[in-house]
T-cell receptor, first 114, second 115 residues
Framework: GAGVSQTPSNKVTEKGKYVELRCDPI?????LYWYRQSLGQGPEFLIY????????DSGLPNDRFFAVRPEGSVSTLKIQRTERGDSAVYLC????????????FGPGTRLTVL | DQQVKQNSPSLSVQEGRISILNCDYT??????FLWYKKYPAEGPTFLIS?????DKNEDGRFTVFLNKSAKHLSLHIVPSQPGDSAVYFC??????????????FGKGTHLIIQP
């Protein structure tokens, strides 16, 4: 079946602009996660959704970052007033949602803030 | 403060030999550990996992060993194949209470399999 998909694959924007990154999880997966991977680092947890609600948003770096999942499937990560330090690969993962489940990752969106 | 540490940024192994990738963690609340493999321009791919109630889990050529007292785990790949060349990430989570948590990742080890 289809895996996790993310769009766009690449996004170049200017400092101060607003961007939206989209994630389509595996069909039927109730849990959805966003991570950020900077150069030379491992993925860093941002936010976790269980269904439509954000169960844990402790990884969001500041209030410029926001994510939604209004129907419990597709999720959008929104970044306001982008800064050069926001440049990274943004990864989305999904899992069936139980404690023993593995997270399956999408290919990521490479965000470059000029 | 890095809670999951992979101290070897890269590792070169001859094809057919054993590859051993190491990972240390500091958070004693971690009770579930995973290894992911990542090729360039792709997302991480799940490889193998282990619960803290076990000390070994094996899946084909891949075996993960967990030493809780030392807060150390390792991934063994035997025999190593050219397609194993990738970046390997160690990840951990604290699943107390049964919830699904965000993972904490190490920085990765770039494994290079030499022909």
């Amino acid at each position: 079946g289809a895996g996790v998909s993310q769009t766009p694959s690449n996004k170049v924007t200017e400092k101060g602009k607003y961007v939206e990154l989209r994630c389509d999880p595996i069909s039927g997966h109730t849990a959805l996660y966003w991570y950020r991977q900077s150069l030379g680092q491992g993925p860093e947890f941002l936010i976790y959704f269980q269904g439509t609600g954000a169960a844990d948003d402790s990884g969001l770096p500041n209030d410029r970052f926001f994510a939604v999942r209004p129907e419990g499937s597709v999720s959008t990560l929104k970044i306001q007033r982008t800064e050069r330090g926001d440049s990274a690969v943004y990864l989305c993962a999904s899992s069936p949602g139980t404690a023993a489940d593995t997270q399956y990752f999408g290919p990521g969106t490479r965000l470059t803030v000029l | 403060d890095q809670q999951v540490k992979q101290n070897s940024p890269s590792l070169s192994v001859q094809e057919g030999r054993i590859s051993i990738l190491n990972c240390d963690y500091t958070n004693s609340m971690f009770d579930y550990f995973l290894w992911y493999k990542k090729y360039p321009a792709e997302g991480p791919t799940f490889l193998i996992s282990i619960s803290s109630i076990k000390d070994k889990n094996e899946d084909g050529r891949f075996t993960v060993f967990l030493n809780k007292s030392a807060k150390h785990l390792s991934l063994h790949i035997v025999p190593s194949q050219p397609g194993d060349s990738a970046v390997y990430f160690c990840a951990a989570s604290a699943r107390t209470g049964g919830g699904a948590d965000g993972l904490t990742f190490g920085k990765g080890t770039h494994l290079i399999i030499q022909p």
